[in-house]
């Protein structure tokens, strides 16, 4: 099944949604805060997904997502943006990053999975 990289500073959100995409049969790895993300992501071999909160300390989830970006394994990994932000330039910037979908919190379990089956309806996983 694929493989996820969720990035959410907030240990409820983390938690909450690894068993929801477990349970929907992702393998699925967390960081902390942007930093880590990135950390995770470079000491892979690759993610089939990744998602991040915006608001995060220190590396905000769109520094971060474009400085996975620059890792070649990452060109053409899908990104999806978890936040309660929602303005035009926030999503311009993060269209241009790479992100192809914004989960908007607080989200609904299935509306989340259904989410992930249509990003990997395009952009299919390797494993």
């Known amino acids: 099944m694929a493989k996820i990289l969720i990035v959410d500073d907030s240990e409820s959100i983390r938690v909450e949604l690894k068993d ?6 992702f393998t699925v790895f967390a960081g902390v805060d942007g930093n880590n ?4 992501a470079e000491s892979q071999d690759y ?5 991040s909160d915006y608001n995060m300390p220190g590396l905000d989830g769109l520094s971060m997502i474009q400085k996975i970006k620059t890792l070649p394994k990452y060109e053409t990994t899908p990104f999806g943006m978890l936040t309660t ?3 035009k330039e926030l999503k311009d910037a993060g269209k241009q990053a790479g992100i192809v979908v914004w989960v908007v ?5 299935d509306r989340l999975i259904a ?3 249509k990003v990997f309806e395009k952009f299919k996983p390797r494993a």
């Not at 929801?20 to 049969?25: D, H, N, P, R, V």
């Not at 993300?37 to 995770?40: A, R």
């Open 37 to 40: 993300g990135f950390q995770i």
């Open 47 to 51: 993610f089939d997904f990744i998602l």
């Open 105 to 109: 919190k607080p989200f609904e379990k």
């Open 85 to 87: 932000e929602s303005s």
């Open 115 to 117: 989410t992930i089956a």
């Open 20 to 25: 929801i995409l477990e349970s929907a049969g």
